[in-house]
C-alpha cells in the first residue's frame, strides 16, 4: 500500500511538474457528491459510491485523462461542467450526462475522461450494494 501511495504521489507529482513547464491551461476537480437532484436518489446510503482509491486516486485519473481541448484554449472557452452518472451495483455507471455546461468542446472532454473511467465502488445501504448517482464539476481554467 505503501508503494502504491508513493507511485501515486510519484506520478501526481510529475504530472504537475510537466503541466507547469508546458504553461498549459488548469483543469482542476472537487470532490463527488451524492445528486441533490430529488428525483434520483430515494433513498440515503450507508456508505456513498466511490472510485477505486478513493479521492485522490479519482482526481489523480481526471488529471491525465481529461485533456483541455486546443481548440478550447484558442477561443478562450474556461468554466465548470458538472458530470452526472448512476453508479450500479456491480460498480459500473450509465446515463452519463452533462447537467450543468461549459460548451460543447469542455463537456465532450469531461464525457470521453468518464467514458474511460474503470468500475466505481457501489453505493452500499445496510451492506449491500444499490444503484446511486453521483455528480461532481471539473473546472476549466486558463492561466
Do not use: C
Amino acid at each position: 500500500m505503501k508503494l502504491f501511495n508513493f507511485l501515486l504521489i510519484a506520478a501526481f507529482s510529475t504530472l504537475v511538474t510537466f503541466a507547469s513547464a508546458q504553461n498549459l491551461a488548469q483543469v482542476s476537480f472537487e470532490k463527488p457528491v451524492s445528486s441533490t437532484d430529488e428525483t434520483k436518489n430515494s433513498t440515503a446510503v450507508t456508505v456513498a459510491p466511490s472510485f477505486p482509491g478513493g479521492h485522490n486516486a479519482l482526481y489523480a485519473f481526471l488529471a491525465v485523462t481529461v485533456d483541455y481541448p486546443e481548440a478550447a484554449r484558442s477561443l478562450g472557452l474556461e468554466g465548470t461542467v458538472r458530470v452526472q452518472f448512476r453508479v450500479k451495483p456491480d460498480g459500473t455507471f450509465e446515463k452519463v450526462r452533462i447537467i450543468q455546461s461549459a460548451g460543447k468542446l469542455l463537456d465532450k472532454a469531461v464525457l470521453d475522461a468518464v467514458a474511460k473511467m474503470p468500475r466505481w465502488m457501489p453505493a452500499q445501504l445496510q451492506g449491500a450494494p444499490v444503484t446511486h448517482w453521483i455528480d461532481f464539476p471539473v473546472t476549466f481554467k486558463l492561466d
